[in-house]
């Protein structure tokens, strides 16, 4: 492999990496969801300390995932990209084909 193609894929798994985490993922469906929240509104509905969720949110960030905007005291995020929802569509498909093929064995 090239240069150009392991930066490339170095790129693609700091991302994908990002999200490999329950709480991010809950985090990137609730800004999905609600399209803007503080670190506030978060660190309560995820139910963990503020410095939890905002070590989350600098993950996400730092992988291009979502923005930060500062009002004040507060910080809010949102969504950089919509489009990391596709990839929890295809993760979705993924899991449902694995189901299927879990479920073949228990009929065999």
Do not use: W
């Amino acid at each position: 492999m090239d240069a150009k193609n392991q930066a490339k894929y170095e790129a693609r798994a700091k991302i994908i990496k990002a999200m490999a985490h329950p709480t991010r993922l809950f985090i990137v469906d609730e800004l999905a969801r609600s399209g803007r929240r503080c670190v506030c509104e978060l660190t309560e509905m995820v139910g963990v300390d503020m410095s939890t969720v905002s070590r989350h949110l600098a993950m996400l960030k730092n992988a291009g995932i979502v923005e930060d905007e500062k009002r004040g005291a507060q910080v809010y995020y949102s969504l950089r990209v919509q489009c990391v929802l596709d990839f929890f569509e295809c993760v979705e498909s993924v899991m449902k084909c694995n189901l299927k093929d879990q479920q073949k064995l228990l009929v065999s």
